[in-house]
């Protein structure tokens, strides 16, 4: 009885090694950093895992330094994951200030923040850098403006 329980232990954790393999691997490989036991934990909250994976491999290799932890909560809440990692990296390359709770926060709320903040560094490259001059769109972010405008969104105000 104890041998056939033990095989089916043995068996569990073979095909749950097995199904997560490779995308350990592929995080192991490009500095991911994210076990086997957080690949489990996400199969265990429905969570997928392939997506939090691919996003913290770009994040990582983008230089941004995002958490598993952060790319899980924000796919629960219905965020799209990598809709915001692209955002980021976009923000970072066009000297947009972006920080991922905020990046999120406009993405939950149903609005292309990828597609705001290149608006965003189009506008700045437009005006050129030193000119000064604001963007009266309200959901649109601008040099000199604050993320709670872009934030609280056109029916704020």
């Given at each position: 009885?104890?041998?056939?329980?033990?095989?089916?232990?043995v068996?569990?954790?073979?095909?749950?090694?097995?199904?997560?393999?490779k995308?350990?691997?592929?995080?192991?490989?490009?500095?991911?950093?994210?076990?086997?036991?957080?690949?489990?934990?996400?199969?265990?909250?429905?969570?997928?895992?392939?997506?939090?994976?691919?996003?913290?491999?770009?994040?990582?290799?983008?230089?941004?330094?995002?958490?598993?932890?952060?790319?899980?909560?924000?796919?629960?809440a219905?965020?799209?994951?990598?809709?915001?990692?692209?955002?980021?990296?976009?923000?970072?390359?066009?000297?947009?200030?972006?920080?991922?709770?905020?990046?999120?926060?406009?993405?939950?709320?149903?609005?292309?923040?990828?597609?705001?903040?290149?608006?965003?560094?189009?506008?700045?490259?437009?005006?050129?850098?030193?000119?000064?001059?604001?963007?009266?769109?309200?959901?649109?972010?601008?040099?000199?403006?604050?993320?709670?405008?872009?934030?609280?969104?056109?029916?704020?105000?």
């Amino acid at each position: 009885m104890v041998g056939i329980i033990f095989l089916i232990v043995v068996l569990v954790f073979i095909l749950l090694v097995a199904s997560f393999f490779k995308l350990w691997l592929q995080a192991r490989l490009t500095g991911a950093g994210i076990t086997f036991i957080q690949l489990i934990g996400m199969w265990l909250r429905k969570t997928d895992a392939q997506t939090i994976v691919i996003s913290r491999i770009i994040a990582v290799q983008a230089g941004l330094d995002l958490s598993v932890v952060e790319l899980e909560s924000h796919y629960l809440a219905g965020g799209h994951v990598n809709r915001v990692v692209n955002a980021l990296i976009a923000a970072k390359r066009d000297n947009v200030d972006l920080n991922f709770t905020e990046a999120a926060m406009i993405d939950l709320e149903g609005r292309d923040v990828l597609a705001e903040v290149l608006a965003c560094a189009s506008q700045r490259a437009d005006e050129g850098p030193h000119s000064g001059a604001e963007i009266d769109t309200e959901d649109v972010l601008t040099e000199d403006s604050d993320i709670g405008e872009l934030r609280a969104g056109p029916d704020a105000y």
